[in-house]
């Protein structure tokens, strides 16, 4: 926890009443759709001050799982439970410790970003007394500082989005849950936004479902993939890589006779598979899967030993990218290792 | 109680933000001013032209409540505000209770400058005021307030029901105008008794009529103070079960 940080944000890390307590349980949660399985029987537990990605194809659920963990769409089956409030037979409980900032994030583009702030903030009972305060503190964390009097419906994209993310900060949640965050802006503001996601991560347990997956490794320190109406993986970006795609790839440009080369790496220690690409000035790159974690001092001695030239030998890390096409399209890959 | 004041607010803002609301005010103020002049030049005695100008009040919500409440549910759910509204830590009732508040209001906001055309008539010929019977307006305007706030419980559910406006806005207008003409033309309507007396029951123009003529009827305060309840409560439900 960062210094500076006000007091009533550490509040529910430290609450003794709430020690202990998943921030949000799921089990056995399934929702129908006039006959189509959404979400089918999906459980999962997250604690407090968990970050979490939640990623899955489009239609595979995410939404419908989100809008059912804030009580605006009922399961067919199942139960969950935030903070220890049942969703069902206590909504308003349990949606007292939940921010959401829903997909498209719905605004009354007719009001003023002050006067939507304060209404927001009466709805959701912040104390009279505080609701100034609060409103002044959620502008300044989501740059909105100057922009009270404007018209949300002339609002920019990226503008309403942090109308959005403020509203579902003004009475302090202790989980915020954002449907696509990002969906829709310009990289610069993406970045904005993901730098306004960081600095809450600090403060909140956070859900947060995007397609736009560099985004999730960084912040997240754990992913949920849900395919299907079912939870496929769940763990963090590392070990995913790890369990899912075996190590790394390994690249490098040699001059030479590009049979040859093959050949001469096929015969190193732990080498599976080598791969060539032809390149356009002679040179010729060659990928290199292995079992063995790190074999790029053995290439390197193989080269020189043989009196070839080595311009580039870099290792490949493989991305979330990877892994979420891995797990989403039923990839060999996966049956292979798991 | 906080939340109801807070979203009763914003709905009853939200109209006048609306050109809609604009053009309704004005609609009413037209109909209702000239059918006035003309009840006025018409009829000899000032009890008569009140009992019209209730009828003329009556004709024109069959127009403006329907536009007035259409946008209540129909519009949050097509902009998704419903999800940021819904999600908040407000139960439906309240909701439902805060959007019906907030029309009714504005609708008997939107009535109360046809109480200055008494005002003017008053002041016009001095020696009227006399014979206008202060019970009868009042009875006449408490009956109005009574009417509307069963039809405006009924646009809502409409609206609850659907996230199309137009839609909304039809069925409301539809029911309303059987409701309303069901008792005007009774004599035509059937040869039934019993229809006949149904349909008396239930007709808006007589229950007004009697009320502008100062009777203080229990049944038709029973039966609009129902209607509303029961409206209020369906869509409580419809809008619970879209969840």
Request: proline share 4%.
């Amino acid at each position: 926890m960062p210094s500076g940080v006000p007091n009533q944000y550490i509040r529910y890390l430290n609450n003794p009443e709430f020690q202990g307590v998943l921030m949000i349980k799921v089990q056995n949660l399934t929702k129908n759709f006039s006959g189509n399985v959404a979400v089918d029987d999906i459980s999962f537990e997250v604690g407090r001050g968990e970050i979490i990605g939640f990623l899955g194809p489009n239609g595979a659920g995410k939404t419908t799982t989100m809008r059912m963990l804030t009580g605006f769409l009922h399961p067919t089956r199942g139960s969950i439970e935030i903070a220890g409030c049942n969703v069902m037979t206590n909504p308003l409980a349990a949606r007292r410790h939940i921010g959401y900032m829903p997909e498209s994030c719905p605004l009354y583009t007719e009001m003023r970003v002050d006067e939507y702030l304060k209404f927001r903030a009466q709805i959701k009972e912040v104390p009279r007394r505080e609701v100034k305060t609060r409103l002044g503190a959620v502008k300044d964390q989501c740059g909105l500082s100057d922009m009270g009097r404007r018209i949300i419906g002339q609002l920019s994209k990226g503008y309403r989005q942090r109308v959005g993310l403020a509203d579902s900060l003004l009475h302090e949640p202790d989980l915020l849950i954002l449907d696509e965050p990002t969906a829709g802006l310009d990289p610069n503001q993406i970045r904005e936004v993901r730098d306004l996601i960081g600095r809450l991560a600090e403060r909140h347990t956070l859900l947060l479902s995007t397609h736009i997956l560099p985004e999730v490794e960084m912040a997240c320190k754990r992913v949920l993939i849900i395919d299907r109406g079912k939870i496929v993986a769940s763990d963090s970006p590392a070990s995913l890589q790890k369990r899912l795609l075996g190590d790394a790839l390994i690249c490098a440009d040699i001059l030479g006779d590009a049979a040859a080369i093959k050949a001469a790496l096929k015969t190193i220690d732990g080498v599976d598979v080598v791969m060539t690409d032809p390149l356009e000035d002679g040179w010729s790159r060659f990928r290199v899967d292995s079992a063995v974690p790190d074999i790029r001092t053995r290439i390197f001695d193989c080269v020189v030993s043989k009196g070839w030239k080595l311009r580039e030998l870099h290792m490949e890390s493989r991305s979330l990218e990877d892994i979420f096409v891995a797990i989403t399209r039923g990839d060999t890959l996966l049956e292979v290792k798991s | 109680m906080r939340s109801f004041f807070a979203l009763w607010r914003r709905e009853f803002a939200a109209l006048f933000l609306s050109p809609i609301a604009y053009v309704m005010l004005m609609f009413f103020l037209l109909v209702t001013g000239c059918g006035f002049y003309w009840l006025v030049k018409e009829n000899q005695e000032l009890t008569h032209s009140i009992q019209g100008l209730m009828v003329v009040i009556w004709s024109c919500m069959l127009i403006v409540l329907p536009v007035l409440t259409m946008r209540t549910f129909a519009e949050e759910r097509k902009s998704g505000t419903f999800e940021t509204l819904m999600t908040a830590p407000v139960n439906d009732t309240t909701v439902v209770l805060s959007k019906f508040a907030g029309v009714l209001s504005f609708f008997l906001l939107m009535c109360a400058p046809t109480a200055l055309y008494l005002v003017i008539i008053g002041w016009i010929a001095p020696e009227t005021i006399g014979i206008l019977d202060a019970g009868s307006v009042l009875g006449g305007y408490l009956s109005v307030a009574l009417i509307a706030s069963a039809f405006i419980a009924l646009g809502i559910l409409a609206s609850a029901l659907t996230s199309n406006q137009i839609i909304a806005a039809i069925s409301t207008f539809a029911i309303m105008s059987i409701l309303f003409f069901g008792g005007l033309f009774e004599p035509h309507l059937s040869k039934t008794p019993l229809v006949r007396e149904v349909g008396g029951y239930l007709s808006s123009a007589l229950h007004l009529m009697e009320a502008a003529r100062g009777v203080f009827d229990t049944r038709s305060l029973v039966l609009y103070l129902s209607t509303t309840v029961f409206f209020l409560f369906a869509t409580t439900k419809a809008v619970a079960a879209r969840r």
